[in-house]
C-alpha cells in the first residue's frame, strides 16, 4: 500500500483538484456571482450603469400597447403631434409613474412594482413631449446618480418637437368652468355635438354602423366604456385617432367637409354624454 505521502498519491491528488477546481473557472465567476449578489471588483453599480436611450425603454415598455413606433396599438397613439402638444409634461411622468386607475396602464416606476427608475422615466417623457434634454451625474452621499434636465442643444427627441398647440384647441385637462363662469359638462348638450361631429362614423345613438355585413365602429357599447378612462375619452375627442382614421376635433367629417372645430365647452359636453351611457344599466 502507498504511503500517504508518496509521489504517486501527490500527483492524484493534484489531477483530481484540479478537475473540482474545473467549475469554478473564471468564466463563471460572473453568474455565480448573481447568484451570490457579491460585487466583483470593476462589476459597475447599478446607479452608475448607463440610461438605456429611447428607443430601446420604449420598445421594452410601451411598444405592446402604444405601438412599435407609437401608433397602430391598442392603446391611444403616443406618437401624434397633436397629443405631445397639448399633454402636460407633468401628466405624462404622473401616468408613466403610477399607472391610470381602472385601466389597463400599469405604474412602471420601480416604488410603485414596475420596472423602471426615475431616470427612465424622465427620458420617456422628455422623448413623447418633445423636449430636448440630456443626462447628467450627480452624486448624493458618495452615490452616483443621473437626472434627466431639459436642454435645447441636447438630444433631439427621435420623434421631433411637435410645436405650439393650435390656437382654440380644447385643454387636455378639463376645465372647472367656461369662461363666463357656468358648469363644466352637459350630457343633454353633449347629445348635440355627438350628432353634429360623430353621429356620421359612430351612429346616431353610437350604435355603430354597418359595412359588409357588419356592424363597425361601436361606442354605445358596455365593454368599450368600461375600459376607457374619461380622460382617454376626452383626448379621443380632441386628439382623434390619427394612426386609425379618426379626425380630431377640428378636422372635417365625412359628412361635413366644411366642420367648424369642437370648442372646450363641446368636447366637455361630448364626454359628459359617454360618460352617462357607461352608467346605463
Keep these: 500500500m502507498m504511503g500517504y505521502g508518496s509521489d504517486k498519491t501527490k500527483m492524484w491528488s493534484a489531477r483530481r483538484m484540479k478537475r473540482l477546481l474545473v467549475p469554478l473557472s473564471p ?5 455565480l456571482s448573481f447568484l451570490t449578489g457579491c460585487d466583483l471588483p470593476g462589476r459597475p453599480k447599478p446607479a452608475d450603469r448607463p440610461v438605456p436611450e429611447f428607443g430601446v425603454l420604449f420598445r ?35 401616468i408613466v409613474t403610477k399607472g391610470r386607475n381602472k385601466t389597463l396602464m400599469p405604474a412602471f416606476a420601480q416604488e410603485n412594482g414596475g420596472t423602471l427608475t426615475a431616470t427612465q422615466i424622465q427620458v420617456l417623457v422628455k422623448e413623447i413631449k418633445g423636449i430636448p434634454y440630456k443626462i447628467v451625474e450627480k452624486r448624493e452621499d458618495g452615490v452616483a446618480k443621473a437626472e434627466v434636465v431639459a436642454d435645447a442643444d441636447g438630444i433631439i427627441p427621435k420623434w421631433g418637437t411637435p410645436g405650439q398647440p393650435p390656437k382654440g384647441v380644447p385643454s387636455y385637462r378639463e376645465q372647472t368652468a367656461s369662461a363666463n363662469g357656468s358648469s363644466a359638462a352637459n350630457a343633454k348638450k353633449g347629445a348635440v355635438v355627438f350628432a353634429r361631429a360623430c353621429a356620421a362614423c359612430h351612429g346616431n345613438e353610437g350604435q355603430g354602423i ?59 359636453d361630448l364626454v359628459a354624454l359617454l360618460a352617462a351611457w357607461r352608467e346605463e344599466k
Excluded: W
Excluded at 468564466?27 to 453568474?31: I, N
Excluded at 380632441?238 to 365647452?265: H, N, S, Y
Design 210 to 268: 354597418e359595412r359588409e355585413n357588419k356592424t363597425v365602429r361601436t361606442i354605445h357599447d358596455p365593454v368599450f366604456l368600461a375600459l376607457i378612462s374619461y380622460q382617454a375619452l376626452r383626448r379621443y375627442a380632441i386628439t382623434g385617432r390619427p394612426d386609425l382614421g379618426m379626425p380630431a376635433c377640428a378636422e372635417a367629417r365625412p359628412d361635413k367637409p366644411d366642420f367648424v372645430p369642437l370648442t372646450d365647452q363641446e368636447v366637455t
Design 27 to 31: 468564466c463563471l465567476l460572473v453568474p
Design 60 to 94: 421594452q415598455n410601451c411598444a405592446g400597447c402604444h405601438g412599435s413606433d407609437g401608433k397602430l396599438g391598442p392603446a391611444p397613439p403616443l406618437n401624434d403631434s397633436l397629443f405631445r402638444a397639448i399633454v402636460p409634461e407633468e401628466e405624462l411622468e404622473t
